[in-house]
DNA sequence: GAGTGGAGGGAGAGCGCTCTATACGGTGTC
DNA sequence: GACACCGTATAGAGCGCTCTCCCTCCACTC
């Protein structure tokens, strides 16, 4: 930028009017004469204006910008920020979140500023950015159940939407899926094709929404004269749904029906069971959870429990605007239906 | 945020000194004695201070952000932004740019604004964006080689940086791989493991990476005695190669190694070099490229060949920061090596 | 023709910060 | 003892914008 950028002076003193004027063009506030309007328009493409938005926000206090957190829940710096990060974007569910909220974002000319918060002193971070106002609020996704964040965020009352539900309860809003029901559409399906030894591959059980995929599964093998269902616990890897897989047909052989909590331990499932010389759908059925990408391009295709997971950060995005826009001051929850996805596993 | 935030003044007031002082221990600058400075950062504590940026930032013109933007080369808005974002994310690639962004950027307190630019609007968007100030300058990873983008943004003298050379001359820096290199790493591994029926599936051929690529991979086939490899073309997705390796081994039914210019179509070529009954590596050896998640997490791993991304990145933001302080004014580019990483695929 | 009201436009006060110019006190020099 | 000088703190002028008054102009009414 060699030389000064033109500033609402510069436009006005070209259009021949005021800065004020000027300002109420750029923001189409308020009644101005058509001709007029035309007249600053066209000084404003003359001198190629392009406001200033920090001058803007001092005034406004908006930044007119959010921020997008991955939170985790450690303590120290255990482990890099960069680690973190490259770890979160290997499960395709977190492009799915951007994808969703730029979708929301981008006709209204706001893009997201993408934060990490694994460590306190990321957490800190987050608040200070928030609060130096440098954006309007924050979309958290937290990777692990007790991440402290949220509670940070709620005593600092800073606006603030969370995707899936907290473990303590937190006054902040959140969308979330009906994990149960989830549970449940994967244990039908399994059920009418007529499994007779069903099993699952359930995620880590600290994390409220395993617990309820695996309590509407269970739920529903009962009620199906299932009572008992052989369960191994993973870490919603690609390896540990291998891990999973290969411990509980070491214990089941003739299992003939699982269901794995997302779809990367689905792939695992299909994986090994493949290598032990059972073939999928025919001899194991198996279904997965989210319909992320993996379970297109999955041989063969996995039949799954779909998330609307663009639609639900989507959803985030409009309730953190509304709270920040003041439309709306209560805590509130969205919760979404999952459906299941019929492919070629089960 | 129920009251007003604590500014300057007000903790000046509670430590009983001036502005400017308080202004000079928050960004500790100059000689301020540490008796003082000790009493204004506890006013600070007590106050709960945090500077406002925008006003910080309309006086320093310094947005202290920076962009990282996806752009495609779409003219009109063919694509949603959210669909394009979608895409983005599904090749592990971009996760890894994000990580080396991020692993620079946190020492400094910075955080990407992410943008997608796939449509002329798009773009339009993202130079106002930087125009208005709100970001510093722009980290761009093009996804087509005739993104127009990087033209526009040198036009308008806007520190940015690029990943990969541009395809028309353009005075930005960029970083990048030497792919012409990594191509003859992979040829030299077939021909170390005595592979007598080379084969290719190169990437889009618009790519000039997938040239260079294709160009090592068949120099150093030359001069191993191997004058003709059959080359097909895919488009770095899975399916893509999986098509590409089908329409090899149609007319080729005796190929006994295949370098993939990336290692989700090498995930492909495995896959159906399996379906059609060949062992890998035992009957067709396998090499991708990239050495990302995938390489991994495909059974059996793949040897590939390594490009830093995460480096790459980080060494894009550091030259970005240097432009945008003014400590480099002329583009530059830096070139990394690529490296063979063996597993068992080949 | 004075009064009224509404619409269009301008003046000017900040928003919270940085930074230059300046004041001030103490030390060292001749 | 006058002067220079240095280190430290202050005063105050903006940065570019929005927004609240307030003024002007004109149509309309009675």
Redesign the interface.
């Known amino acids: ?2 030389r000064q ?1 033109p500033t609402l002076e510069d436009v006005a003193r070209e259009a021949g009017v005021s800065r004020a004027t000027v300002s109420r063009v750029v923001n189409g506030v308020r009644n101005v004469d058509p001709a007029i309007q035309e007249q600053v328009q066209r000084a404003i493409e003359r001198t190629g204006y ?6 803007r ?2 005034v406004t206090r908006r ?1 007119e ?1 959010i ?2 957190v991955v939170s985790g829940a450690g303590g120290g710096p255990e482990e ?4 973190f ?2 770890r ?3 499960d ?1 569910f ?3 979140v ?3 909220v ?2 929301f974002l ?1 006709p209204r ?1 706001m ?6 918060a694994e460590s306190a002193d990321d957490r800190h ?1 987050v608040l ?2 928030l ?4 954006a309007d609020g924050a979309l958290v996704v937290s990777t692990h159940p007790d991440d402290p964040l949220p509670t940070l965020l709620a005593a600092a ?2 606006p603030s939407v969370l995707f899936a539900r907290p473990t303590p309860p937190v006054p902040l809003s959140y969308v979330d899926l009906d994990h149960r029901d989830g549970g449940r559409l994967a244990a039908q399906r399994l059920l009418e094709r007529g499994c007779r030894r069903p099993a699952t591959v359930a995620g880590p059980l600290a994390v409220p929404a395993s617990q309820e995929r695996l309590a509407g599964f269970r739920d529903t093998m009962a009620r199906g004269g299932h009572p008992y269902v052989p369960v191994a616990e993973g870490g919603f890897t ?2 540990s749904g291998i891990a999973a897989m290969a411990r509980l047909l070491a214990e089941h052989p003739d299992v003939d029906g699982v269901f794995a909590a997302n779809d990367l331990m689905a792939q695992g499932v299909c ?1 090994l069971l493949r ?1 032990r010389g059972r073939r999928v759908p025919d001899d194991v059925a198996v279904i997965g959870f989210d319909d992320s ?1 993996i379970a297109l ?1 999955c ?1 063969p295709p996995l039949t799954t429990v779909r998330q609307p997971v ?1 639609q639900m950060a989507a959803e985030m995005a409009r309730l953190l605007d509304q709270h920040i826009r003041g439309e709306r001051t209560e805590a509130t929850s969205v919760v979404f239906d999952p459906e299941l996805v019929v492919r070629e596993t089960a």
């Open positions: 930028m060699s950028a392009a406001p200033n938005r920090a001058a926000s001092l930044a910008t921020a997008l890099s920020q960069e680690a990060a490259a979160v974007f290997a395709p977190f492009g799915r951007v994808a969703g730029v979708g981008r000319s893009h997201p500023v993408l934060m990490f971070e200070t950015y609060r130096q106002g440098r009352h800073l690609l390896d994986q290598e990408g391009s041989r663009e």
